[in-house]
């Protein structure tokens, strides 16, 4: 599975974009681990292609989407279409963040 939060970039060639994937994409995947207990690693930086998805943490976000509502599940999808990123949708829904 990919996920926006997952992927990096190179400190030494964008160090501003590295700069706020770690000031704001650190503590999301933080809380995801936390409140959901799903572990999703970034990626080596300037990497195309996010590490695999341990199955514990597919299981774990599963497990969240499972708990929602039809209208909740509605608003995950849109979240996460826009942002390319279960975890920041699922922080949304949570408020644990705001657009």
């Known amino acids: 599975a990919t996920d926006t939060c997952r992927f990096v970039a190179d400190a030494a060639r964008?160090?501003?974009?590295r700069r706020r994937q770690d000031k704001y994409h650190?503590?999301?995947?933080?809380?995801?681990?936390?409140?959901h207990g799903?572990?999703?690693?970034?990626?080596?930086?300037?990497?195309?292609?996010?590490?695999?998805?341990p199955p514990e943490a597919l299981d774990a976000l599963?497990?969240?989407?499972a708990a929602l509502s039809n209208y909740h599940l509605a608003a995950l999808?849109?979240?996460?279409?826009?942002?390319?990123?279960i975890a920041?949708?699922?922080?949304?829904?949570?408020c644990e963040i705001d657009a």
Not at 14 to 17: A, F, G, L, W
Not at 38 to 52: C, K, M, N, Y
Not at 88 to 94: E, K, P, V
Request: charged content about 25%.
């Open 14 to 17: 964008e160090p501003e974009v």
């Open 88 to 94: 920041i949708g699922l922080a949304l829904l949570d």
């Open 26 to 35: 650190e503590p999301i995947l933080a809380w995801l681990r936390e409140k």
């Open 38 to 53: 799903a572990e999703l690693i970034r990626g080596a930086p300037g990497a195309l292609r996010a590490p695999p998805t």
């Open 77 to 85: 999808q849109a979240a996460t279409f826009e942002s390319k990123s």
């Open 62 to 65: 599963t497990t969240a989407c």
